[in-house]
RNA sequence: GUCCCCAUCGUCCAGAGGCCCAGGACACGGCCCUUUCAAGGCUGAAACACGGGUUCGAAUCCCGUUGGGGACGCCA
């Protein structure tokens, strides 16, 4: 049978890197295995869920390059792929249930429930059928006729001992059947409870398996509970664990960025991102590079790969990989990526000669938002050098170094590649009678205004002569 | 409180009883290359949470302790 994946997020608000790492292993999976992956937007709480959470969402899950077979915008067989568009199938099958005598109308107020649940929390015991589930038809009419409106409850069987699964990456998990309480499936406004909305739509999207976050754990006995009370075939559960903050604790803001939005606003590369996301949860990279294209990570990835120990979040380590893609971009690409980055920045130049200057950025930048300030000294008249800076520029070898640079500016045609750029520091540095890093750092400072950055013969060309002649002598007459 | 999950270098991952006085990647130190910084190459320091078993032999299996995370919603 076909693998038959989905990912199904609450549209809450723009898509965490955890929620984006549980879909990119889902996608994975369903490539490598030549099955389909279907996107579902679990919008059923209306105070939580926003039109443009869903834009949000939809926008990242395209950023990181991830594809959906079935979904918003592309349609499908099994469609709509959206709850809130859905609602009478829940109805239906909520009422199926109610039939057969596995659910059941509850009548309390959100404030008794708070009170049972405190209650049942203070006693530590175990969960027990609610009392409204032996409600005689009498009792309910009464309830009926003060005009509360009830929510659908699920009637948890007494089956007795543990309920047990196999989970894809953990083995075998068991739950005291006692653990389990009889709960909500149809809220009282009509809208159905997740793990009901889940399950009915697992079932009747043809999901095959169920790659999710940990704290799905909990929820799987009751929703396998559901298939058995709908008499369905489940499918089968997979689930991996968080991704936390260095302090061990919730990945959150404090930390750093959290949301796809957020990286990608930042300056990350999607490549970079899915790389590292996929270091993270999975095993089985062998020795050497972890630097990974599509493919290899496609040919990688196995439920059996998954890795159940938590993670923590390596900013460090993510900023390595994207300043390797950004190392290896093309510069055409360059110049599209880095635009926006660009524009925000103000820079604004001639668009071949923003590509070389950029190619030659990139080796001095970690992320996307770097480059601009990479481009500032060819747009902006260095600072006044400092200490060490100023005594290399007013030393002897220096003060040589910027007068054979300005001579032979006077005396040579400007370059305009590194080759050319080559021969014309030699004839600087004959000139001047310095050579080497007496020379060039010398040179580099007046230019530049800054002890490192890219090497000068491919720097050069990239000046306009009379900014260097300017800079050159400005240092000489001090 | 009850239940569930997890536990190898600072971090991510190898390790599925002898191949491990534990291997790779990031970060960190040193050296090389080099006009600088990076990149690259070589190299160093750095871990099996603890305690009991099982076994000729345990990072690997079992139990417990500790620590971390999660669930217990008319949230998803």
Known sequence: ?????????????????????TALFNWLFARKEGGQFILRIEDTDRQ???????AAILDSLAWLGLDWDEGPGVGGPKGP???SLRLDSYRELGDRLLREGNAYWCYSSPEELEEERRQLLESGGR??????????AEQRGAREATGVKPSLRFAVPDLGGDLAFEDL??????VPMAEIGDFNLIKSDGTPMYNFAAVVDDHGMGITHVLRGEDGISNTPRQLLLYRALGWEPPRFGHMSFILGPDHGKLSKSHGDTSIGDFKARGYLPEALVNYLVLLGLGGHGEGSEVLDRERMKGMFSVEAMVKNPAIFDYGKLQFLNAHYLREM????????????LRAAGVEAEEGWLGR???????????????????DFFFREPEPAAGEAAAVLAGEAGRKALAGLVKTLASSPFPRDADEAKAFFKRAQAEAQVKGKDFFM????????????????RLLPLMKPEDCARRARKHLEA
């Open 330 to 341: 093309p510069p055409a690409r360059l110049l599209e990526t880095a635009r926006p980055f």
């Open 169 to 174: 990456v953990r083995g075998e998990i068991r």
């Open 357 to 375: 200057a950029l190619d030659l950025a990139k080796g001095q930048a970690v992320l996307l938002a770097d480059l601009p300030r990479e481009l």
């Open 48 to 54: 939580r869920s926003t039109p443009e959470a869903i």
């Open 127 to 136: 969960k027990r059928p609610h009392a409204d589930r032996s409600l005689t």
């Open 1 to 21: 049978m076909a693998v038959r994946v989905r990912f199904a997020p609450s549209p809450s608000g723009d898509l965490h890197v955890g929620n984006a790492r």
């Open 442 to 457: 010398p040179v580099r400072l007046a230019l530049t205004g800054r002890e490192h950055g890219p090497e000068l013969v």
């Open 81 to 83: 792929y959206q709850q």
